[in-house]
């Protein structure tokens, strides 16, 4: 059985060199990945991703001399699903790929769902080197809600936290925000 996980990513620009900054996945259920990454190139940072981005970053550094990596609440459980309710992280590719594939493990079939996922679709591939690495259980296929938009008849410029009644100013450009208005907007979507 496909389990639905809607994710979004932020990354170091629109360009072919560029680097994820942080992850964000929810699933179905409610389980949550959150990771940022410790080795994206700063030199492509500008202003705005500063301003935009870096400033929504959920995570605060760590205590100087501490390592980078680290997983929050890597082991809690929820009870009723007997799954990894909740993953925070930061560290390197590598290593958040490994929690990731973790992650993902918990279902039987994941089915990935994004919005504008053309730049988010090829990085997901490239944490694992190629497109044919990517867990087995991940589906080859993703999907995009900006379609699901435009197959409603809906402008998919619209803002989706406007549409998925999401509105606020503090979480904008977080990945795990965005992933969460685009699961809102694939079942509001689903209802039209």
């Not at 994206?40 to 705005?48: A, C, E, N, P, R």
């Not at 969460?180 to 689903?190: F, M, P, S, T």
Request: with cysteine; charged share 30%; glycine share 4%.
């Amino acid at each position: 059985m496909k389990t639905k996980i809607f994710f979004d990513m932020e990354f170091t620009g629109l360009h072919q060199k560029t680097t994820l900054i942080s992850i964000g996945l929810i699933a179905e259920d409610g389980r949550t990945f959150y990771a940022e990454f410790n080795d994206y190139d700063k030199s492509q940072l500008d202003d705005w991703l500063r301003e935009n981005v870096i400033a929504n970053l959920l995570m605060k550094a760590p205590p100087k001399g501490e390592a980078e990596y680290y997983v929050k609440s890597r082991f809690k459980k929820d009870i009723s699903l007997t799954k990894l309710s909740c993953v925070q992280m930061r560290g390197s590719t590598k290593e958040i790929r490994a929690e990731l594939e973790l992650w993902l493990n918990e279902v039987e079939q994941a089915e990935m769902w994004s919005d504008c996922l053309a730049y988010d679709w090829v990085l997901f591939n490239q944490m694992w080197g190629h497109a044919f690495n990517i867990p087995k259980n991940v589906y080859y296929i993703p999907f995009d809600i900006c379609t699901m938009f435009k197959l409603k008849g809906i402008d998919p410029d619209i803002s989706r936290e406007e549409f998925a009644e999401m509105v606020t100013n503090t979480q904008k450009h977080n990945a795990l925000w965005d992933a969460k208005v685009i699961k809102k907007c694939y079942y509001k979507l689903n209802c039209l």
